[in-house]
Each structure stands twice: as C-alpha cells, then as structure tokens.
C-alpha cells in the first residue's frame, strides 16, 4: 500500500515541517482508498502542543473546518 500525494500537498508539508523545527510537525491526512493506495484528498496541519521533538500531542486549529 502507499499514499499518494500532490506536489502541491507535498510542498504544503515540507513547509509546514520547516516552520516547526526544532519541533516535531504534525498534521492529518484525508483520502479514500483505491486498490492499494491511499488518495490524499485534504491536507490538515495541526499544533504539536506539547512543542517537543520527539513528543506529539496534536490539535486542529478549527481555522481548518
């Protein structure tokens, strides 16, 4: 199985992740599943509220919705 992305969705990620460093950067994947792969449909970026590197607590910011 894999997730297939944009180049749109995926320069949408690396920038987020940029923009959190040191930080661990997180975010949530929308999509359907067709044969093996996984569609992303909608890229998500969340807060890692607890602001660590290696300790992932996540919230949407309901900008998003």
């Not at 940029?18 to 909608?42: F, H, R």
């Amino acid at each position: 199985e894999c997730i297939v992305l944009t180049q749109k969705e995926k320069d949408k990620l690396i920038t987020h992740a940029i923009e959190q460093q040191p930080n661990e950067s997180c975010a949530m994947l929308l999509g359907e599943k067709i044969d093996d792969a996984w569609n992303v449909k909608e890229v998500f970026l969340t807060e890692n509220i607890d602001k660590s590197q290696d300790r992932k607590s996540t919230r949407l910011n309901s900008s998003h919705w």
